[in-house]
């Protein structure tokens, strides 16, 4: 009797920590979006300020 409620807790327990660790994984891999979206679009404008500004020096 003892032995299953152990059994019993402990797979609750681990339910709940896939649960969470997932719940966590999607808010992390939200903002991680957004901030790689970020970088990308400062990245995109600096590269294309820089390569419209040699094209101008090169005339």
């Keep these: 009797m003892v032995i299953t409620l152990l059994f019993l ?3 609750v327990a681990v339910v709940a920590v896939v649960v969470f660790v997932t719940w966590g994984a999607f808010r992390i891999a939200t903002w991680l979006g957004v901030a790689v ?3 990308e679009a400062a990245a995109g404008l600096y ?3 820089s390569v419209l500004a040699t094209g101008r020096s090169g005339r």
Excluded: E, K, P, Q
């Design 9 to 11: 807790v402990l797979a």
């Design 37 to 39: 979206l970020v970088v």
């Design 47 to 49: 590269c294309r300020g």
